[in-house]
């Protein structure tokens, strides 16, 4: 019969005896001067081989053995139909490290893909109006100084546009307001959250009418209403923006508010969204939608005189395309 040399401590003082290991009908079998005990294999517990220490047999009173040579032990042990726990030969694979750090990946990646955006929009949506207020002044401070100067719009237009708008605003809670301004980004409109529009002098006055830029507001409220630079913003900012719902604090949001704001691209189907919007709240209002479709086609006609390159922000390029937006603002209520 294989025996293998050990030492055997009984658990409750340090002293080493020497033993010798075997195994016998399913029992492993301790022989020494002044030991002598058997118990069956499927009683005890086996550590993990490792290279370079001994492995400890561990019996259930708590006494336990040493063996330091590994091969003779694994040779008495596989004859006796141990084997080594799953979990201990899957750790001792390369296989086994290669899977839980694929399968760490592939956790991380749906977390950030799918688990985060869904997050977000959940946290997007539920922003109390005093955030959104607050992340719209800040997003004036800086829109001020680096966008925007003072307008040349007459003080008559201004307040002929300014109480047209007031008669179209959603009572919602929200402080809507329109800020005319020169620009060095063209005919453009900006909404942020909270409710402040941003419109202008280049697109009042490159629209047929006042029924145009009424429409280009309407639109506006649109993507306030619908939340989207709130969505856009956390989705972008998605982590920081778990911590500021969990600890009540928007300035890790309010750091990415100039990039956004820099480079605004709503998804295509956000500035659907919009559309249909502007097209259900200028109808229900009475005012036309069809002078909306001629300033389109007029800022069309601009930016392509202008290329694409030109410095204007991707208002045009990110909604829906002209003709589309022409279509949907011309055909007639049914
Ligand atoms: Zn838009």
Redesign the pocket.
């Known amino acids: 019969m294989n025996a293998v040399d050990a030492r055997y401590f009984d658990g409750r003082s340090s002293r080493a005896h020497a033993v010798r290991l075997s195994v016998d009908n399913g029992d492993l079998d301790i022989a020494g001067d002044d030991i002598a005990r058997r118990a069956p294999v499927s009683e005890i517990r086996v550590s993990e081989p490792l290279a370079h220490a001994p492995r400890i047999v561990t019996f259930s009173d708590g006494a336990f053995c040493e063996v330091d040579d590994n091969a003779a032990f694994a040779q008495i042990l596989a004859a006796s139909g141990h084997s080594d726990s799953f979990v201990v030969a899957w750790q001792n694979q390369w296989r086994g490290a290669f899977v839980a750090v694929f399968a760490l990946i592939a956790f991380l990646f749906i977390a950030y893909r799918w688990v985060l955006p869904v997050a977000a929009e959940y946290a997007a949506v539920r922003v109390p109006l005093a955030w959104e207020d607050r992340l719209g002044r800040e997003a004036t401070a800086f829109l001020e100084k680096r966008i925007f100067s003072t307008t040349q719009l007459s003080q008559e237009k201004r307040d002929a546009l300014a109480d047209r708008f007031d008669a179209i605003v959603p009572e919602d809670g929200r402080n809507y307001a329109i800020r005319f301004r020169a620009s060095k980004i063209g005919p453009n409109a900006l909404a942020l959250p909270g409710g402040i529009i941003y419109v202008t002098d280049e697109l009042v006055e490159l629209a047929p009418d006042d029924d145009a830029v009424l429409g280009v507001l309407a639109?506006e409220l649109g993507?306030i209403e619908q939340r989207h630079l709130m969505r856009r913003l956390f989705a972008s900012a998605a982590v920081g923006a778990a911590v500021a719902v969990l600890f009540g604090d928007v300035s890790t949001v309010l750091a990415a508010l100039p990039a956004i704001l820099i480079d605004l691209d709503?998804s295509r189907a956000m500035?659907r969204e919009?559309d249909s919007y502007a097209v259900a709240l200028l109808r229900a209002k009475g005012i036309s939608t069809g002078s909306l479709a001629t300033l389109f086609e007029r800022m069309q006609k601009a930016h392509d005189k202008r290329g694409p390159k030109g410095d204007w922000p991707a208002y045009l390029s990110t909604?829906p395309p002209t003709p589309e937006r022409v279509e949907l603002f011309r055909k007639p209520a049914n």
Do not use: L
């Open positions: 639109h993507h709503y500035e919009a909604h």
